[in-house]
């Protein structure tokens, strides 16, 4: 192992990042050019800044010495995931002389061969206003606490790109891309609301593709309100609700007498979307009388109301979803051929939640905000353990199962403000109980939950006040500033946290 960098070394790279910091343009190229001076004074082989995106709570690699455009892209990480998801989560600086002997390492972006020689690494957090916001992480023959020492003072130098980054994002989040309603910002959600900009306000039927729970009647309002049909009616109807001999009364409505209990004349959803937006949830449901009714529709803009001989011309832009193969319905004969031809003008298919586990936490904050408005109480905390837990499950009924695991929580919750396993259901909890050596880890979690449940009431209590908290539980001001970068909690969110109105 060499020895720590030389004094004059590490003083001029810290003068010219100093100078570079308070002059910089584009962040992402100001922190290439921070690394490249690290390559140049201290001989690091590659480099990379990862920092915590405020949507997703990802963590993705911004800025890079050595690795190439594909290397970089694959750098993103999970709080607690690999050496730097640890960093991250701890705030804690780590280091290791050889990679290729440590488990903890992922070697994620694929760059480095641990087969042909010793690498050394060390992963040091940048941190800003006493929050994590990322990390610092070099490749590097340096691996002792003197060069860890100087790498966060990099990393201090650092937070000031940090800071710009983190607000241009949080500016960057209410994106007018991104439908009202809509949360997320994962690769596979990305590419949904591209396609509901492109087809919009167009004339196109679209038809929605997804599990139960997914989003589709949300995906279909997003396409009515951006749509030119916004002012008009937005009518839906879900297939699956209406037993077979009502479905052709609700889709085109009916004359006094048509049938038994038919007392008087009634109009259908299709005249009721007059000049809007007709949404069909689980078209795969209905019966293949009523399919064939429902293709002279879409092909000829007209029909006559049951019971009736009056042709009815219609201006509505159509819209359907579905959950079920419709094309495997089609080969066994459960949906005609045509009519599939015809709706599937422009398929947009809603992912799964465990297909994006990168939005489960961003919807988790969405869904407790709400709660605790409707509830009057104010916000609660997601513990680590019960982070965990929520991105392992597989989510069968998906956004909508996950809105009401929240729900639960939050009543669950009592006066306490911090979402612990205890509070979600079995279900999950089971999932965590087949970890290994969970015997062992019982007791620590605990601990370490009551203890940031503590830190939490104490802030809440002092309305954020460092001084009155430290009162409250006894601890020096330099012991709580610990234990709050422990469990990533800032005063300025007790500051502003009130009960919500």
């Keep these: 192992m060499q020895s720590s960098p030389r004094p004059e070394n590490a003083l001029t790279l810290l003068y010219e990042l100093s100078e570079l910091m308070h002059s910089f343009g ?5 922190l290439d050019q921070a690394l490249a001076l690290m390559a140049l004074h201290l001989g690091i082989r590659r480099g990379s800044v990862t920092l915590i995106s405020p949507e997703t709570g990802q963590i993705r690699t911004e800025a890079s010495y050595g690795l190439n455009a594909k290397e970089r892209r694959l750098g993103i990480y999970k709080q607690g995931e690999g050496i730097t998801g640890r960093v991250v989560q701890t705030g804690t600086p780590m280091s290791v002389s050889n990679v290729s002997l440590d488990p903890r390492f992922l070697n994620r972006t694929g760059a480095r061969d641990l087969t042909a020689e010793a690498i050394g690494f060390c992963c040091v957090p940048i941190m800003l206003n006493g929050q994590v916001v990322g990390a610092l992480s070099v490749d590097s023959e340096k691996t002792d606490s003197a060069f860890v020492q100087l790498l966060e003072i990099v990393a201090s130098l650092l937070a000031h790109a940090a800071m710009e980054w983190q607000s241009r994002m949080d500016a960057q989040l209410p994106a007018s891309k991104r439908p009202a309603g809509f949360i997320g910002a994962s690769r596979e959600m990305e590419n949904v609301y591209q396609l509901i900009h492109q087809v919009a306000d167009s004339t196109a039927t679209v038809l929605l593709q997804g599990e139960s729970g997914t989003g589709k009647g949300l995906c279909a309002h997003a396409l009515h309100t951006q749509s030119s049909r916004a002012k008009g009616p937005f009518i839906s109807l879900n297939c699956a609700a209406l037993p077979e001999q009502l ?33 069909l949830d689980e078209i795969g449901e209905l019966p293949l009388a009523t399919q064939a009714k429902l293709l002279r529709v879409l092909q000829e803009k007209c029909f006559e109301r049951v019971g009736g001989s009056q042709t009815r011309q219609v201006d509505v832009r159509f819209i359907a979803a579905t959950n079920r193969d419709l094309q495997q319905m089609v080969e066994k004969g459960l949906f005609r051929e045509d009519l599939f031809y015809r709706i599937h003008v422009f398929p947009i298919f809603l992912p799964p939640l465990r297909k994006r586990s990168e939005d489960i936490l961003p919807l988790c904050q969405h869904f407790l905000k709400k709660f605790a408005r409707e509830n009057g109480t104010g916000l609660p905390t997601l513990s680590s353990k019960a982070m965990d837990l929520l991105q392992q499950y ?24 911090l979402i612990t396993p205890e509070h979600l259901p079995s279900v999950l909890q089971d999932k965590g109980s087949k970890e290994p050596h969970e015997a062992t880890a019982k007791l620590p979690d605990k601990v370490a939950d009551l203890e940031k449940t503590a830190l939490i009431n104490a802030l809440t209590q002092s309305r954020g006040k460092i001084r009155s908290a430290c009162t409250l539980l006894g601890l020096t001001p330099r012991i709580f500033a610990y ?11 007790f500051r502003s946290r009130e009960i919500l109105s």
């Design 26 to 30: 584009d962040i992402s190229k100001t």
């Design 247 to 279: 479905i052709e009364s609700e889709l085109f409505g009916h004359e006094k007498g048509a049938f038994t209990g038919a007392q008087s004349q009634r109009q259908g959803r299709f005249e009721l979307a007059q000049g809007g937006t007709l949404f």
């Design 394 to 417: 597989h989510w069968p009924g998906n956004v909508r199962e996950l809105e009401n695991v929240m729900l639960r929580a939050v009543l669950l919750l009592g006066q306490d403000k």
């Design 483 to 493: 234990k709050m970068r422990k469990y990533q909690l800032s005063y300025k969110d």
